[in-house]
């Protein structure tokens, strides 16, 4: 009996192995799921593909990013399931854990290595490596991990602060030739590989075939760097991030103090705000369509004082716009995306816009997202790089945007804007009146209402204009009143009556199971 | 034969292009003993190649490489020689050795010196499982990322003065090698399973040596010219005198 359940276990795991193995299921799996974007013939040019960067993998190379092989090396095909079930953070290439069966994942992954000859070369070696325990993250590690990260002169991509901003970061191309970015290394959540430091150590170690990271293996091998460094080293790039990915908060709160608005972007008083995480995705709606935006989000923090109001957008972008070296950048752009989205390279500036509906809406209804439309336009506030100015308009529909003249015979109310960027990173700070005397056009900001807003961004570098650029949603803006004293007293009363009562429970529960036991 | 003009032409042409200081020689691998048949020539270049065609390099980035050059460095795409010729054409047997021949591997190694922020050689030949050694005599930041095709693609960090082995398994030609840090940095390997080969260099001048008799197939590849082919037939002693001509575009 026991034998024969013994059996049954066996054969019913050797069947799921065989069913592993399934290259023909793979077949109508990639088929159905994967060829859109990496093609019928496995070579990344599938019809979704051609709007791509980073490019759909070529799985006739078999060249991974993501392995725990020496680089060069075949990856494992737990590499490969890991690819497929967690998908790939900050490229197109979503998790398929949730979608597709185990069977199915296991069977595509067959089929993909059916793409390469190399998978069935007996002479192949593929062996993950042995990595090490991390040591404690605490003390100097992060403080040790820079100095490495200067030594080693991961600057020269990866920017002096990180965020892939470095001297070389222009020039920088994968092996099929697309131009690719270096990371910025303050987004963990975006690593393709995932954003532990056990993983981000991995990466070291193993490089991102395929493209122009490196392996470091060799300098441990050849004791130019002790295996405990570059754990120091993955510990300092993790430090770079936040613990855990940033949230999205629908609303903005824009506090009410005293006095003046800080309008410097570096001034210390935006340390106290609290910051707001907006996530901006291409804008595919409407041509010329963008897939590939730069700025992939933006942190917003506001105040008022009664009378004006100012807001601090940050956003990593990793030029300074324009810069005629990433002309080569949006050359290689055009060389490899789609013809009915390519653009020719120009010198574009950095841009951000601050949108808001004209006037504050009573109901539910929003103007369109996308820039309002003809006859329900929206307000904004667009800052460039160059000229190094805000300014503020009617847009009606992405494609017309009218400038409110400001100053003499001009009725518009300027929105004056001081900006900083620092190694990677713009700081705007925007600031304006609350209300303005044309009520017609601009928006009066209104205390105590819940004031849509939406955010686009441009990097000029990476050949964003016009409808070429990153959007967000609708989300919401709201001045708060000025918080009354007593606001300050009331949650210490509260807290206490909640102690009280709790504790009035506890000690009641307490007695009824002592009379129980008894 | 080519005209005194043209000569001086593309001579003129060649002393405002090339780098001198940069250049070391490629020293063609000793053949298999004195045996055996020898095929050389030379790797002419024809018209005189667009001013455009060995970009400026911008080392700002990199005062250490920078250093060392007295004159604005170029890429070396195409190395116009004062005598008319063509350097850096990789010349090798094509096909005609004997599908069973084996030829064994060589003990010492090929190396590729990154100095000054350029490769040297820029182009070379390796034989299967021969040692390549990647050498960083500059002491800064070099990536090597061999682009290979048929072999398997590495791409190793080499941040300090180092040098780092590595081979290659089957045929490969060429395979092409790039640094990332630099972006005008570019090499290429020819990987053969046999050492018949040669690079032209600062004569355009080429020798392959201990053939077999037998009749050849000799291709002369050019990384922007691409390549020609010419067939040979050599008896078992004695040298086969056989030229290429490249135009200049």
Redesign the interface.
């Known amino acids: 009996m026991k034998a024969a359940f013994l059996l049954t276990a066996v054969l019913s795991t050797a069947a799921a192995s065989a069913a592993a193995q399934d290259t023909t299921a793979g077949h109508v799996v990639y088929t159905k799921w994967c060829a859109g974007c990496h093609g019928d013939q496995g070579d990344g040019k599938g019809a979704a593909g051609a709007y791509m960067l980073p490019r759909p993998r070529d799985f006739t190379?078999a060249?991974y990013k993501i392995r725990t092989t020496a680089?060069?090396?075949?990856p494992t095909d737990a590499d490969l399931m890991r690819a497929i079930d967690e998908g790939l953070p900050g490229s197109a290439m979503p998790a398929w854990k949730a979608r597709l069966s185990e069977a199915d994942r296991k069977n595509v992954m067959a089929y993909i290595k059916t793409f390469s000859s190399?998978f069935t070369d007996t002479?192949?070696h593929v062996v993950a490596l042995k990595f090490s325990s991390p040591p404690s993250g605490g003390g100097d590690a992060v403080k040790l991990g820079r100095q490495f990260y200067d030594?080693?002169?991961c600057n020269?991509?990866h920017g002096a602060d990180g965020r892939g901003d470095g001297?070389?970061a222009w020039?920088?191309?994968d092996?099929p030739g697309a131009p690719i970015f270096a990371a910025d290394l303050h987004q963990s959540w975006r690593f393709r590989g995932g954003s532990s430091v056990e993983e981000i150590y991995r990466r070291l170690r193993t490089?991102l075939?395929?493209?122009?990271?490196?392996?470091?293996s060799?300098?441990i091998d050849?004791k130019?760097l002790t295996d405990e460094q570059l754990w120091h080293l993955a510990q300092y790039v993790r430090s770079l991030s936040p613990e855990k990915p940033p949230e999205v908060r629908d609303v903005i709160h824009a506090h009410q103090i005293t006095g003046e608005l800080p309008t410097s972007p570096n001034d210390s008083a935006w340390s106290k705000v609290d910051s707001y995480y907006f996530p901006l995705v291409g804008q595919v709606i409407r041509k010329v369509r963008w897939f590939d935006p730069a700025v992939t989000a933006v942190w917003v923090q506001a105040l008022h004082n009664g009378k004006s109001i100012a807001v601090r957008l940050v956003w990593d972008d990793r030029t300074q716009s324009p810069d005629t070296l990433w002309l080569k950048f949006m050359r290689r752009q055009n060389q490899v995306l789609a013809d009915d989205d390519t653009v020719p390279p120009a010198l574009w500036p950095d841009q951000i816009a601050m949108q808001f509906p004209v006037k504050i809406p009573t109901g539910t209804d929003r103007p369109y997202f996308l820039m309002g439309t003809g006859s329900d336009p929206v307000y904004q506030w667009r800052w460039t790089s160059q000229p190094r100015r805000a300014v503020s308009g009617t847009a009606r529909g992405i494609d017309r945007f009218d400038t409110l003249a400001t100053g003499t015979g001009g009725k518009g109310t300027a929105v004056s804007s001081q900006a900083v960027f620092d190694h990677g990173q713009w700081r705007v700070v925007l600031s304006r009146a609350l209300a303005t005397g044309d009520s017609t056009h601009e928006l009066q900001f209104s205390i105590g209402r819940a004031i849509p807003v939406a955010f686009f961004a441009w990097d000029g570098s990476n050949g964003e204009h016009d409808s070429r650029m990153a959007v967000s949603t609708w989300y919401f803006l709201a001045l708060d009143q000025p918080t009354p004293p007593g606001t300050f007293i009331s949650p210490v009363i509260a807290m206490a009556v909640t102690l009280g009562l709790g504790m009035l429970v506890i000690a009641r529960a307490q007695r009824r199971k002592n009379s129980a036991n008894a | 034969m080519r005209t005194l003009g043209s000569v001086a032409a593309v001579g003129g042409a060649a002393a405002g292009l090339l780098v001198l200081l940069a250049w070391v020689p490629n020293t063609t691998p000793a053949p298999h003993g004195s045996a055996g048949a020898t095929i050389s020539g030379k790797v002419k270049l024809t018209g005189k190649p667009a001013a455009s065609v060995n970009p400026e390099i911008d080392m700002s980035e990199e005062s250490k490489c920078a250093a060392l050059y007295k004159t604005t460095p170029h890429e070396e795409i195409v190395m116009a020689n004062a005598n008319g010729t063509l350097g850096n054409v990789f010349v090798y047997v094509k096909s005609g050795l004997a599908a069973d021949a084996k030829f064994p591997t060589p003990t010492t190694s090929v190396t590729i010196d990154q100095k000054g922020c350029l490769y040297h050689p820029r182009v070379f030949g390796i034989m299967v499982n021969q040692q390549l050694a990647i050498k960083n005599s500059d002491g800064l930041l070099h990536n090597i990322k061999a682009m290979a095709k048929k072999n398997r693609p590495f791409n190793i960090s080499q941040p300090t003065n180092m040098t780092t082995d590595r081979s290659f398994t089957v045929q490969e030609v060429m395979l092409p090698f790039e640094c990332n840090v630099h972006g005008w940095m570019h090499a290429f390997a020819g990987v053969l399973p046999h050492p018949f080969y040669s690079v032209t260099g600062a004569d355009g001048s080429f020798s392959i040596s201990g053939l077999p008799a037998g009749t050849y197939t000799i291709e002369a590849w050019h990384e922007k010219y691409g390549t020609q082919t010419a067939t040979v037939t050599v008896a078992a002693t004695g040298t086969k005198t056989q030229d290429f001509t490249f135009t200049a575009k």
């Open positions: 190379g060249v680089s060069g090396q075949l190399f002479t192949q030594s080693i002169h020269k991509c001297p070389s020039d920088l191309k092996d490089g075939d395929g493209t122009p990271m490196p392996s470091f060799d300098l050849q130019f």
